[in-house]
């Protein structure tokens, strides 16, 4: 028996384990996916979703099309960042509250690399002005979930400590750029690649942001199953997902316990690997997604289908993690060992496991 039918078989295992369980989820992660005017689907009644106001600068009329359960409508400052393009506040408030919002990130201004200190500094304190004119004037039915940037922990203490003065209101607060040198935005930005910097400013992070008694929320953790897993055990309360319909767009598919898989139009150059005929029939005969059951080779031709695949694996990875955390830590982490044993990120596990065993972020 090959290794990917044997993973294919303990994720049938676990999905079964998953089904006949009694209770209810825990819901102490939420997992956001990111949509944009263009959807990939309407109906999303059931699902927490994230848009950007970035998407909607220039619509004369703002209005959503697809229908969420909840909205989380982030600034795009990350976005406009990269893009050396500047925004206005006043319009992303505007953009927000016509949306709908149930929960709003105000316009923070990122580190990004090659910035010196003075630069950082002064973009930190804009993203803290910009966080209280949103407490000012953001309609109160509106929730404000404030962004942390940071060089240092001493720096780390005193934002946090400012913004929950500005927003004590709020469920969440968000992390961004925390670092310790400017060398370590390697870890957030440019080549996007997880190290051990990013693992340590997370928990340190964590653990201040939760003393303040906030949820976490971090950026990007849940477009894969393996740093959705990471997520979920580091104690991670609510991140977003974006990563199913882009891996989609390049012709990816996620299979469980396996990674990406390739069924594009063949013009890919990097990060080409096909299927198996193991995970093919998987596929046909096996896969719980939506799409599989009604005919799996849409996945060869429709991206959207690959999309709303993507979708379903990383919903049922969360629904597993959350069941197997539940169970308990050595349990949670023995099924880890076994997931990341062949994995590239088998080292940030490793030292993932390591960490957390020495900080106070599950008693917070």
Request: aromatic fraction near 10%.
């Amino acid at each position: 028996m090959d290794v990917a039918t044997q993973r294919v078989r303990l994720w049938n295992a676990l999905f079964r384990f998953l089904k006949k369980s009694k209770g209810g989820l825990l819901e102490h992660m939420l997992l956001w996916f990111v949509e944009s005017k263009r959807p990939i689907k309407v109906n999303r009644m059931s699902d927490y979703v994230m848009d950007s106001a970035f998407n909607y600068l220039n619509d004369n009329k703002v209005r959503l099309r697809y229908r969420p359960l909840r909205l989380l409508v982030d600034s795009g400052a990350y976005t406009a960042a990269r893009r050396n393009l500047s925004l206005d506040p006043c319009r992303i408030i505007e953009i927000q509250e016509r949306l709908g919002a149930d929960i709003v990130i105000p316009l923070d201004y990122p580190f990004m690399p090659n910035m010196d200190l003075f630069e950082m500094r002064k973009r930190l304190l804009k993203t803290i002005e910009n966080t209280r004119l949103w407490s000012e004037v953001m309609s109160p039915k509106i929730e404000i979930m404030p962004v942390v940037h940071a060089i240092g922990k001493k720096e780390l203490l005193k934002t946090v400590r400012t913004l929950a003065e500005i927003c004590g209101n709020s469920k969440y607060m968000g992390i961004g750029t925390i670092i310790d040198t400017t060398s370590d935005l390697r870890g957030f930005l440019g080549d996007r690649q997880p190290r051990r910097t990013l693992i340590d400013s997370l928990i340190t992070s964590m653990e201040v942001i939760k003393e303040y008694g906030f949820g976490v929320h971090v950026t990007g953790f849940g477009s894969s199953p393996l740093t959705l897993h990471l997520a979920i055990y580091l104690g991670v309360d609510s991140t977003d997902s974006s990563g199913y319909r882009r891996k989609a767009a390049y012709g990816k598919i996620i299979l469980p316990h396996t990674g990406e898989r390739y069924v594009g139009s063949g013009k890919a150059k990097f990060g080409v690997v096909k299927p198996s005929p193991s995970e093919i029939e998987y596929l046909r005969s096996r896969c719980g997604c939506p799409i599989c059951r009604r005919d799996p080779y849409l996945l060869w031709r429709d991206w959207r289908a690959r999309a709303l695949h993507n979708e379903w694996v990383i919903k049922a990875t969360r629904n597993i993690g959350l069941r197997l955390r539940e169970e308990g830590l050595d349990i949670y982490e023995h099924y880890l060992d076994r997931l990341f044993a062949n994995s590239w990120l088998g080292y940030l596990w490793r030292y993932a496991k390591t960490r957390i065993k020495y900080t106070n972020i599950y008693r917070c």
